[in-house]
């Protein structure tokens, strides 16, 4: 069965009004999740990818951004239908929530006041292949045989009907992460009723950068994409270092090939949960690499991987090198970040969680501190750039 849908358990724990009733607050938690909530303890809120509360995350479903020594925990009675301390209704779904619902009701395009029209979905899954510089290539795998044209879009721009599958997408720019959306074709006045999508990586020079599949809340079931990095000079060779990987089941994973392609050799498949692992170097003649990854499941509300790139010009050397020792405090930071390393620390660069450079920090020293009283609270990432190697370390920002 495909959704969109969501479950939940025992209906029969219900109250007369005004007494709190649990099956209430289950069955608008649901339908929450349908229009496009998240739970309040998940990374994605604030406009700065940190949490509401820390309601699911103290009781063991983790989060990235959840901190144990200070905890976020509503006054009892306050918290939101999203949140898992909900034990009464007064607080709604909670301002971010709200706005977050209301406008995916507003922007809908199928409103419509006919519920006998039955538009079934069928879009199995996306693969997202043969990914340039300014295109890819998409084919979508339809259970139904009968489906012969679906619309496509890339946001803000309006659905475009296409009738060849695959289908090549062009103009795109270069090194970019970019969402597109595919929906299914349905008869009014449910149009495009079973929307699917995700992220095209276009192929480029990501030398001393990061790359990452996490893009909040567009996530889409089964669905699969590649991206080729190259280096900077044709006699470099590029070198992906990733941070963590983690997948929840058997069926996703990511895989790295040696070379510009998936027809290039296999030299990394990462499934499962993975911290630090060794780092992989290309040896093709181009000095690319090519990473793939694939997902079944929509539930992907934080990210699978991070991963930096760098780019070496002779990789034994990259590969022997000893990883240098480097030691920062206080995490969480309030003012200055200290760091102190056994070699000499070129530059560090903070990003954010998605990747997007915040500020570069010259160094030249073995130690240093970086002055974070102007960053707005929330989750960063410090990219740490050695004579020959990265290293990346979570900062939080209080």
């Known amino acids: 069965m495909k959704g969109p849908y969501e479950e939940t358990g025992d209906l029969s724990q ?114 997202v292949t043969k990914v340039g510089q300014t295109s890819a290539k998409l084919t979508i795998v339809d259970d139904n045989p009968n489906v ?98 983690t997948t929840p089941s058997a069926a996703e994973g990511v895989v790295v090939y040696d070379g510009p392609d998936i027809d290039s050799p296999v030299i990394g498949t990462f499934m499962g949960s993975i911290q630090n692992p060794p780092a992989l170097t290309s040896t093709h003649a181009t000095g690319a690499l090519c990473l793939q990854y694939f997902t079944e499941e929509s539930d992907r509300e934080e990210e699978r991987f991070y991963a930096t790139v760098t780019c070496v010009s002779d990789p034994l050397a990259a590969a022997e090198f000893v990883k240098p020792i480097f030691s920062y405090g206080p995490n969480p930071v309030v003012h200055d970040l200290n760091f102190e390393a056994d070699a000499v620390v070129k530059a560090i660069k903070i990003t954010d969680v998605l990747g997007r450079t915040i500020a570069i920090q010259s160094v030249g020293n073995k130690s240093g501190r970086i002055a974070m009283d102007a960053y707005a609270a929330g989750q960063y990432l410090a990219i740490v750039y050695f004579e020959n190697r990265q290293e990346v370390i979570r900062l939080l920002k209080k």
């Open 14 to 127: 219900i109250n007369d009004f005004p007494i709190y009733s649990p099956t209430v607050k289950s069955v608008a938690h649901e339908c929450g999740h349908l229009l496009g909530s998240q739970h309040t303890h998940k990374c994605v809120w604030n406009g700065n990818w940190t949490q509401i509360d820390d309601c699911g995350a103290a009781t063991g479903e983790g989060a990235g951004c959840y901190d144990p020594e200070h905890r976020i925990i509503p006054e009892v009675g306050m918290g939101s239908i999203m949140s898992y301390c909900t034990d009464a209704l007064s607080a709604g779904f909670g301002p971010q929530p709200s706005a977050l619902i209301i406008n995916k009701i507003e922007s809908g395009t199928c409103l419509g006041t006919n519920c006998s029209e039955n538009c079934s979905p069928s879009i199995a899954k996306l693969l």
């Open 148 to 245: 012969i044209s679906w619309q496509f879009r890339i946001p803000p721009n309006n659905f475009i009907t296409i009738t060849s599958n695959p289908y090549i997408i062009t103009g795109l720019p270069p090194k970019s992460n970019i969402v597109f959306e595919v929906r299914q074709i349905c008869n009014d006045p449910i149009a495009g009723d079973y929307l699917y999508g995700g992220n095209i990586f276009t192929s480029g020079v990501y030398c001393g950068e990061a790359i990452t599949d996490h893009n909040s809340f567009n996530a889409f079931d089964n669905y699969s994409f590649q991206t080729s990095l190259y280096p900077a000079n044709t006699t470099d060779k590029v070198s992906l270092q990733f941070l963590h990987v």
